[in-house]
Structure formats: C-alpha cells, structure tokens
C-alpha cells in the first residue's frame, strides 16, 4: 500500500461513527496481548458484519477521531519471552486468517494501520480465546452465542463435500445395513419403497451420498475403518478409556468409522450396574440401571454430529466407577444448555449441516433438535442427576452423565414431586452439587417453597424435607438459630473454662451447617465469641492477648467496691 493509498484509507476510517465493531483507533497505547486481543476482535466482527477487513489504527484519538501520532514501531517491538511481536502475533492467531501491517504518515504524524482478514469457517480466536467488539468495547465472543453462531454459519460444510477417491466399495455392507433398518424405524411409510433401493439408491434418497458420489459423511457414518485415510487429515474416530477413581487407567479401546456402530461399541465396554434407590413410605427398593441406553446413544450421536472435524481430533469417552465423561472438539453453538431446554424449537445453526441431517434421516438424533431438553428429562424420571455440560472451554463440549445417586433427599423428592417443572429440577440438581444459581431463581425456589439457606448457601427446603423423609440430614445442612449456638457456648465455658479457640474451634467445626466453607464457620464462632462478650457482656478474656492466646470465662457479678 503506497502512502498515498495509506492516507486516503485512515481518512475514510476517520469518517466512519465511532462505535463501529470492526474498527478500532488507539492513540499510543500498544500492550502486545491487547494487540493480539484486538486482532482476533475485529476479525470476528469483520465476519459477522460481513466486512471484507477489520481494522487497527494507531495515532488516532479514539474519541475524536484526531489524528495525535504514535511512537509504536511493530517491525522492532517486542512480545513476551522477548520474541518479535509480529512473529508471536501470527503464531497466536488460530486460524490465522492473514493480517498486515502498514507505517506512514498523515497530518505529519506518524500511525501504525493492523488490517486483518475476517474469520471464515470458523471463530479466530488468540492463543486460544475468541474475542469480538460489542460496540466500543472488547469482549469474550463466548458471552454473545448469537455473534459466534453467525461466524459458524459462514463456513463451507466440510461433510457435504465429496471425497473423490472414495466409491461404493469403501462402505462398510454391515453399517448400510444398519442403516437401511434404523431409515425404516424412522420413515415407515417408506419401508416398501426401500426394499426395491439398491444400495447406491438408498444412500441417495437418506442425503448420506450426493448422486452417487461419495461424501465425507458418508465415510464417517459408514465408512469401513480402512478406508479412514481418505478423510485425513481429518479424524473420525471414537477412544473410550476405563479409568478406576483415582484416574488411573484400567483399560481402553479405540474404534474408527463406521460412526453408526459406535453406539453399540460403547454400549458392550461400559459397564452398566444396577442402583437400588428406596421412595419414601415403602420397604421395597426401585431398581435402575446406572445409565440409561438412550441416554448414552443420544450424548454419543451429539458428539458425533457436532465434533469439529477440522480439529483432527477424537471424540473421547472416559469411564469412571460413577460416570461417563464425553468429549468433543468444537464450541457449543447454542450458547447455554439452559437455552436449549427452554426453547421448543431446534437450533438456528448446525457445525455440520449435511452430516446432521444424514444422521436424522438414519435415525441417530432427534428430528426437532431436542435430543438435550429428552436427556434431561429423562434424568428427572430415573430420579438420577441431570447431565453436567462443561462449556468452560470455548473450543470444545465436555458432557458428564452421572451413574450414582449423589443425595438421597434430592432422589426422593423427584419421586415425590411429579409435577416440578424441568427447570426447577435442573435448579434443585444444581443446589445438590453445590452448584451457585442466579439470584433471581432462588428467589423463585424460595417462594416455591423448595430451598431455604442464605444466599448462596442453599439447601432443599424443610417441608420437602419432611416429606422425603430425611429431616436429620436437613438439619446438618441448614444448622441451629443462632440462640442454640451461644447456649452452646456458654455451656462449654461454664462447664470447662477458661477455653482456648483452639477448644471453641474443635467443638464448634463439626456442629455448624455442612454448607459452610471452613472459614465462614470460623467467622462464625468469632461473631458468636463477640457477640458474648461485647453485646451481652456473658463472657471475657482472661488470657494474656488475643488470638491463640485468649481464654474465655464466664464474667463474674461485679462487687460494690468494684462498681464504685
């Protein structure tokens, strides 16, 4: 870019308002991981805005658009661990979509000019976090689901596309058949017509093969393991891992396409026990298998249509004596699992379109896309945990399902309360894993009458306690009034004093709440100690110093004398 062109382009960006997502002015501020930060910001929101660059410009009053100079050189900064900043920038760019660098002049005054190409298939993120500008600022593309799921609908679809190595013979006969059965349970209405199909026909009319022609999802539905090269560099693969509970490896078992096994796979390596729960009002248990199968098909076939193939990696299931932890490559497109069970309708955006729809018409997810919202309900109706997703990541979707009762009250109370809404349900599991929720529906809960505690130390309520059935256990959680406690106290005292904190610390860690951390308790016991001394004047110190070095008593009545 001549500095004739470089002029003409600042001035243009000058003219431009002030809130503009994908383009930001900095005076002379230039930190090498803001820089970084910006960069990845404005290629997202190049993207969304369907702008052909993003732009970073220095010498350029943010406000005012006036033009004030800059003393950055980019060819000669440095970035951390002292390498140059242009290097460490491209290397922490991923994808990295291509960005350049410009230095002139305009007014007289040196500015630095960063264009950066938008994110095409995919968010740009820097050093492994996407950003994007909302407005005037910067932030976390994970905190705007709706920005992210309009990148991802830009991107070509990787599993429509065909293989053109790939025929017919690189199917495996087993899986078609699998498939042909699983089309029928979908569409009985078409089971005569498939009789008279031909494989090749078949494969066209299910939208697994294009006229014919081979696609990538075809290979990873139904592929034989030997011909999974023809998807590199690609991975189309599925690793399930026994692990004891110390997270020592017991065993483990790889499987490569076809993808339509899996489930069956995986179903013949876990092992599936059975969970005797007891209801309230009866001596005979309910029995339940650890997991449910649908459940697991369901959490696996998510997996499978949603990994980000692009990553080369597997979809990985990891077994542990009480859960089975799946995980996938790719960030979760709806934003919140919250969103999800509450909408009816199915997804705005699929990662893989072509794969997705393949696998309805195969009968592996859920037509409406609410094969979430059915997990967890059909949790709440086995009574078990609801399914944990951890998006802490924004590159990849890890799905814990839970194959042990965690808390007998929670348990009973699904078998006693048939007509909790699924979200008080999800709530109520959250509190039972001591999982913080949203002020708002703890207010709710409340009203409900389902949880009582301070916030954010809360437990199922008393009356649903009673109802289970487990009134000690409520109790243990919920703790005493504060009157109980300094009876407590001064009990210990009259009986033992003068006591040490250590004493008061030893008797009084195992009586309050189990909701309180170690410290909450402790300031506890130094309210009540307070409290004693100072307000009801009870007690004193009759040791040498604060702290370790106090001794409590009772405070004696004073004498006349001392009273004069």
Known sequence: MTGPELHALIERLRAEPQETEWLEFKANRYEPQEIG???????????????PKGYLVFGIQDVTHAVVGTDFNPEHAK???????LIWLAVGLQPNVGFEHFVGTVGGKHVVLFTVNPAFDRPVKFYGEAFIRVGSSKTALSKHPEKERAIWSRRADWTAQLCERATLDDLDPAAIEKARREYKVKFPAKAADLEGWDDATFLNKAKVTIRGQITHAALILLGKDESSPLLSPAVSRLSWFLKDAGNR?????????PAI???????GKVRNLTVRALPSGTLFPVELLQYDTWVLREALHNCIAHQDYGMNARINVVEFPDRLVFTNQGSFLPGSVESVILQDSPPEVYRNPFLAEAMVNLNMIDTQGGGIKRMFTTQAKRFFPMPDYDLSDPGR??????????DERYTRLLMERADLDLMSVVLLDKIQKGIRIEKDDAVRLRRAGLIE????????????AAVTGDQAQHIRKRGFDNRYYRDLLLELIREHGPVSPEVINELFMEKLPDVLTDEQKRA?????????????GLI???????GKGARWSIRRPQTNREQK
Not at 249 to 257: A, I, K, S, T, V
Not at 530 to 535: I, P, S, Y
């Open 37 to 51: 930060e910006y960069l990845s910001a404005l290629a997202n929101a190049a993207a969304v805005h369907g702008k």
């Open 79 to 85: 970035a951390k661990g002292n390498q140059p900043l």
């Open 453 to 464: 505690g301070r916030f954010p130390n809360l437990v199922v309520s008393g009356k649903i």
């Open 524 to 536: 506890k016991i130094r309210n009540l100690t307070f409290d004693l001394a100072h307000r009801r």
């Open 540 to 546: 004193q110190n009759t040791g040498s110093a604060r």
């Open 249 to 257: 490896e017991q065993d483990y078992e790889h499987f490569g396409p």
């Open 397 to 406: 979707v890890v799905v814990t399902i839970r194959g042990r009762i965690l």
């Open 261 to 267: 096994l899996w489930a069956g796979n995986l179903a």
